[in-house]
């Protein structure tokens, strides 16, 4: 199962790398979104209510997409992935590519759908996972 969960999520990230952020049948209809922190935080179920917490989230930016650095298979049904984040502010035109920012996704998935989704910075993600704080450095 934890193949197809992987192949899940990076069939997600092919398509938001590409800019395509379209699709949502990979989402339970249940879903929990959560923005874990930056200038947005909050939490949302369902479908609709996470295509406009993230439309709303993206409307700050000029071209935002992610360069996935990692997937990590946490266990059978999480996966967190260290991402790269691309494109510049609207307002302040400031480039994140500048900033190094890094971010981490981490998906819950059971029965072939992302039943949670939880966007933070690497640091929080890994503790909330358990991982010592190191983990988040990549290998070279």
């Known amino acids: 199962m934890a193949a197809e969960n992987l192949d899940l999520v990076r069939s997600i990230y092919a398509a938001r790398e590409r800019?395509?952020?379209?699709s949502t049948d990979w989402a339970h209809p249940e879903i929990e979104?959560?923005?874990?922190d930056g200038p947005s935080p909050g939490s949302w179920t369902g479908v609709?209510?996470?295509?406009?917490?993230?439309?709303?989230?993206?409307?700050?930016?000029?071209?935002?997409?992610?360069?996935?650095?990692?997937y990590r298979e946490l266990d059978d049904?999480?996966?967190?992935?260290?991402?790269?984040?691309?494109g510049r502010g609207k307002a302040s035109g400031v480039e994140l590519e500048?900033?190094?920012?890094?971010?981490?996704?981490?998906?819950?998935?059971r029965g072939g759908k992302v039943t949670r989704l939880v966007y933070s910075?690497?640091?929080?993600a890994f503790a909330d996972v358990g991982l010592p704080p190191k983990a988040h450095t990549s290998p070279s």
């Open 33 to 36: 979104f959560v923005i874990a």
């Open 77 to 86: 049904e999480r996966i967190l992935v260290l991402v790269r984040l691309r």
């Open 121 to 124: 910075d690497r640091a929080r």
């Open 19 to 22: 800019g395509d952020y379209s």
């Open 48 to 70: 609709d209510a996470m295509v406009e917490a993230w439309r709303d989230f993206q409307s700050a930016w000029d071209e935002l997409h992610p360069e996935v650095e990692e």
């Open 98 to 109: 500048e900033m190094r920012a890094k971010a981490a996704t981490l998906y819950h998935v």
